[in-house]
Antibody
């Protein structure tokens, strides 16, 4: 199970921290991903973090503004969103990686948390 | 980035009839180890996406066998042999040959 939290309304230029509490699998063994979906739009991969935090990867659209991290002791994934823009408005999904050896391939998805950037 | 292009963008199907969605990638998704990194997801209305097919043709756990995937390198197809009411939603193909993973625009499947 993946349970996101932390979304909400934030002004342009503001910050948020999204959290994703994971359960039911060996969290530390899998890479994890964030995928977002703007209202009425398609899916966009945002960021991935390898198992045990060995590597982090970002879409160009968020590089330098978002930071992905994980706390394996708490089975929790994070996404720190800074310098937010209107185009960051979206549902943010936490996703589990399909296999221990892959990255960027979600199998299970959380229910999502809505981030709205507006003044 | 690898561009994924789906056709058609919408599909209206009579229950019990087949349906087919095409997905084309701008680069080959065949890795040197023989794996092809093409996946299919279904997003039902108001729900999170769910994985249907991995590596072109492998159905994910619990996915009915009326769903099948085929294709190679840059051209792929998702087929539903007999569409049921529960199959409505938006279908996305996705590549993970290289990051960023990229999705097709989505194909909306409706029931006539």
């Amino acid at each position: 199970q993946l349970l996101e939290s932390g979304g909400g309304l934030v002004q342009p230029g503001g910050s948020l921290r999204l959290s994703c509490a994971a359960s039911g699998f060996s969290f530390s063994s899998y890479a994890m991903n964030w995928v977002r979906q703007a209202p009425g739009k398609g899916l966009e991969w945002v960021s991935s973090i390898s198992s045990r935090g060995g590597g982090t990867y970002y879409a160009d659209s968020v590089k330098g503004r978002f930071t992905i991290s994980r706390d394996d002791s708490k089975n929790t994934l994070y996404l720190h969103l800074n310098s937010l823009r209107g185009e960051d408005t979206a549902i943010y999904y936490c996703t589990k990686e399909r296999e221990v050896v892959t990255i960027g391939v979600p199998d299970y998805w959380g229910q999502g948390t809505l981030v709205t950037v507006s003044s | 980035d690898i561009v994924m292009t789906q056709t058609p963008l919408s599909l209206s199907v009579t229950p019990g009839q087949p349906a087919s969605i095409s997905c084309k990638s701008s680069e080959s998704l065949l890795q040197s180890n023989g794996k092809t990194h093409l996946y299919w997801y279904l997003q039902k209305s108001g729900q999170s996406p769910q994985l249907l097919i991995s590596e072109v043709s492998n159905r994910f756990s619990g996915v009915p066998d009326r769903f099948s995937g085929s294709g190679s390198r840059t051209d792929f197809t998702l087929k539903i042999s007999r569409v049921e009411a529960e199959d409505v939603g938006i279908y996305y193909c996705m590549q993970s040959m290289q990051l960023p993973s990229t999705f097709g625009q989505g194909t909306k499947v409706e029931i006539k």
